[in-house]
């Protein structure tokens, strides 16, 4: 099992730029969630989904879209980059059961200037 | 603010000796707590996990102590070796339904030859 991927692993955009980060997983978890987590900080949840078609807000939702088409793909969408999104985005997925971990990926770096 | 973010507190300890890092949390219905090991450019990974029915729990090498009376939480890591180098954060989340992550600022530890 590959675990939990993401798609790309660096990416810089200009400012007003738009962009979609893959994430998937191949464990067939039912949950999946997007994290930013900046400078000397813990993650912060942006958006999570308990089920493909379904997603729901987080701590930070605004300037972020998600999608769930398919169960194994979480995918988070900026429509128009600001350089306050700076910041590493992590995808994590999750079983339904209520004692198993969240397994994170390896994060995307992204820069807007 | 985001300076206070930007300096991540920080515990040095010789190789070999324990290392205590503590947490405090912020919602006291909160009744399942999580630490989390991030290496560098990499994402958090699992380290131990404990329900608010419980005060410890231990693993291999670590140990966590849960004091729901002044929301604190504690993870001891026993013979500190070089490969524990790491920043450790502490999370709380609802043990039901999407297990929404709320995560401290992290601690770093360093291990000193």
């Known amino acids: 099992n590959a675990g939990v991927t993401q798609t790309p692993k660096f990416r810089v955009l200009k400012t007003g730029q738009s962009m979609t980060l893959l994430c998937a997983q191949d464990?067939?978890?039912?949950?999946m969630y997007w994290y930013r987590q900046d400078p000397g900080m813990g993650l912060r949840l942006i958006h999570y989904?308990?089920?493909?078609?379904?997603?729901a807000k987080g701590e930070v939702p605004d300037g972020y879209n998600v999608s769930r088409l398919k169960k194994q793909n979480f995918l988070l969408g900026l429509e128009s980059a600001a350089p306050s999104q700076t910041s590493v985005y992590f995808c994590?997925?999750?079983?339904?059961?209520?004692?198993?971990?969240?397994?994170f990926g390896p994060g995307t770096r992204l820069t807007v200037t | 603010g985001e300076s206070v973010g930007l300096h991540l507190p920080t515990l040095s300890v010789q190789e070999g000796d324990n290392s205590i890092i503590n947490c405090a949390y912020s919602?006291?219905?909160?009744?399942?707590f999580i630490w989390y090991k991030q290496e560098s450019g990499k994402g958090p990974q699992f380290i131990i996990d404990?329900?608010?029915?419980?005060d410890k729990r231990q693993g291999q090498r670590v140990t966590v102590l849960l004091n729901k009376t002044v929301k604190h939480l504690s993870l001891q890591i026993a013979a500190t070796q070089p490969g524990d180098s790491a920043v450790y954060f502490c999370?709380?989340?609802?043990?039901?339904?999407?297990?929404?992550?709320?995560f401290g600022q992290g601690t770093r530890l360093t291990i000193n030859p």
């Open positions: 919602n006291s219905a909160s009744d399942y």
């Open positions: 989904s308990v089920g493909e078609g379904t997603t």
């Open positions: 999370a709380e989340t609802l043990i039901q339904g999407a297990q929404k992550l709320v």
């Open positions: 404990i329900r608010s029915n419980m």
């Open positions: 464990m067939n978890h039912e949950y």
């Open positions: 994590a997925s999750r079983r339904l059961a209520g004692d198993d971990e969240q397994y």
